[in-house]
């Protein structure tokens, strides 16, 4: 396997490697079944689990990662090991979950919560889908007081953006020129959680005036990583990122290599699958 860092893309004046460390797969949240979830949460009891799998994409230069950081300490003790351990320093990207009711009370939670963002230490704070969506007026094309909590972010000192799973979300922020300086959007080549076809969804990302970080490339497993993310890889701009998350070391320097082959264009660097029979002429070289 090659042992070039991978490359990076710049988003609002920060640089960030194109692969970025999704954290479903060390949070409990396999998209699959409750029992995946429990071998999730048994393997990842606490960050120290953890530091195998992020040395991996650390060493390979792949070193921002996304995730509830604020609520979640698993994931905040990992971030610590990890740096602490590499005199590495990982780029957070924070997906708060915030109250967008129209009420000061609700303001003043959203506040807080947004201000726990920046003392988790994260750059960019992503107001997760869920709160998102509340706000989206598809009549008028607009997301009201979206303002409001993008300035609460750029307040703290974060850069602002948007979990986009509804795909409306990036027009109408590239429509209303909100603060919006990046996306998440769900994009795979199974169609898995997206909202429309995954033409319209890579026609959305390609016109899009930001860059789009791009999650749930092999579909929670249900495609393998070479389909997966040699699909989303051929697929996006230079300028936008991947985010892949990995149950332990092994699977993360597989998944790099087989990225790294889909950007360079050639066959990835990689054991064969295992077989009850290796020595069958349709298995190749």
Request: hydrophobic share 40%.
């Amino acid at each position: 396997m090659s042992e070039k860092l991978f490359p990076r893309t710049e988003v609002a004046g920060v640089s960030l490697s194109r692969m970025i460390i999704g954290t479903n797969w060390m949070l409990g949240w396999s998209h699959t079944s409750p029992s995946a979830d429990h071998q999730i949460l048994r393997k990842f009891r606490d960050g120290e689990c953890a530091y195998p799998m992020l040395k991996t994409f650390l060493d390979r230069g792949v070193d921002t990662i996304m995730g509830p950081l604020q609520q979640e300490p698993v994931m905040q003790d990992a971030v610590r090991v990890a740096q602490e351990k590499t005199g590495k320093k990982l780029i957070l990207i924070d997906t708060p979950i915030i109250n967008v009711d129209d009420n000061e009370a609700a303001r003043r939670s959203a506040r807080e919560i947004i201000h726990r963002s920046k003392e988790a230490g994260a750059t960019f704070c992503l107001v997760h889908h869920s709160s998102a969506e509340q706000l989206v007026n598809k009549n008028k094309h607009t997301m009201d007081r979206l303002p409001d909590y993008l300035d609460m972010i750029r307040q703290e000192g974060m850069i602002p953006g948007l979990s986009a799973h509804m795909p409306e979300l990036v027009l109408y922020s590239d429509e209303n020129e909100y603060d919006v300086q990046t996306y998440i959007q769900i994009y795979n080549c199974m169609g898995f959680l997206m909202q429309v076809e995954v033409e319209t969804v890579a026609s959305i990302i390609h016109h899009a005036r930001k860059p789009v970080m791009t999650i749930k490339p092999m579909a929670a497993g249900r495609c393998s990583p070479f389909v997966g993310l040699n699909f989303v890889w051929n697929t996006i701009r230079p300028t936008d990122l991947v985010t892949v998350g990995c149950f332990d070391a092994e699977e993360a320097e597989e998944d790099i290599e087989i990225s790294m082959a889909a950007i360079e264009r050639r066959l990835p660097d990689i054991e064969k699958r295992s077989s009850p029979n290796q020595n069958q002429d349709a298995f190749g070289k």
